[in-house]
Antibody
Framework: QVQLQESGPGLVKPSETLSLTCTVSGGSVSSGSYYWSWMRQPPGRGLEWIGYIYYSGSTNYNPSLKSRVTISVDTSKNQFPLKLSSVTAADTAVYYC??????????????WGQGTLVTVSS | QSALTQPASVSGPPGQSITISCSGTSSDVGGYNHVSWYQQHPGKAPKLIIYDVSNRPSGVSNRFSGSKSGNTASLTISGLQAEDEADYFCSSYTSSTTRVFGGGTKLTVL
């Protein structure tokens, strides 16, 4: 059974960089069959797709966040970290990592982490 | 990219059927059969319930079904049960190769 777990600080100061890590168990980030994705959900609001990374290192980001987002992959630790720079209160949200299935054929998010709340405040 | 449009809320009594719509454009919902639906209970992670417009993952009740017409996808839940009370989100692939979600619909079982 694939499991994903987010980890990182729950509080980040404005203008600083938000850093989270997603650790995968029961599966491998080196698999060519999946994209490894990040989403977020501001309190009381809908989901927003942040972007994904493929095992090769190729990435695809939400245009609205592209200038501030970096997703990387660490195959030795089976992790894919997220960095979001220059954060403001608008970046306060529950952040989810997920596996996206169907590379090259379709796409859907079949496994999700439990989510972690990140608050941006001084 | 704009979020897909869903009704903010729907409701129905136990045993009845409800349908949640997800409206997009020809650049997302209308252009691809890559629409998926997720169920989210309070404080929990989203759970995949429909993929590729109308396919159910293993283990998901056949009371959940999906369809699409033009730029609008729909999720139908038949034989409503109390446990179905949750938020529901749609998602689609886009012509920009990005992904987009709907704003979410809160289902209340009366």
């Amino acid at each position: 059974q694939v499991q994903l777990q987010e980890s990182g600080p729950g509080l980040v100061k404005p203008s600083e960089t938000l850093s989270l890590t997603c650790t995968v168990s029961g599966g491998s980030v080196s698999s060519g069959s999946y994209y490894w994705s990040w989403m977020r959900q501001p309190p009381g609001r809908g989901l927003e797709w942040i972007g994904y990374i493929y095992y090769s290192g190729s990435t695809n980001y939400n245009p609205s966040l592209k200038s501030r987002v970096t997703i990387s992959v660490d195959t030795s630790k089976n992790q894919f970290p997220l960095k979001l720079s220059s954060v403001t209160a608008a970046d306060t949200a529950v952040y989810y990592c997920a596996r996206e299935a169907g590379v090259g054929t379709t796409n859907y998010f079949d496994y999700w982490g439990q989510g972690t709340l990140v608050t941006v405040s001084s | 990219q704009s979020a897909l449009t869903q009704p903010a809320s729907v409701s129905g009594p136990p045993g009845q059927s409800i349908t949640i719509s997800c409206s997009g454009t020809s650049s997302d919902v209308g252009g691809y059969n890559h629409v998926s639906w997720y169920q989210q209970h309070p404080g929990k992670a989203p759970k995949l319930i429909i993929y590729d417009v109308s396919n159910r993952p293993s283990g998901v009740s056949n009371r959940f079904s999906g369809s699409k017409s033009g730029n609008t996808a729909s999720l139908t839940i038949s034989g409503l049960q109390a446990e179905d009370e949750a938020d529901y989100f749609c998602s689609s692939y886009t012509s920009s190769t990005t992904r987009v979600f709907g704003g979410g619909t809160k289902l209340t079982v009366l």
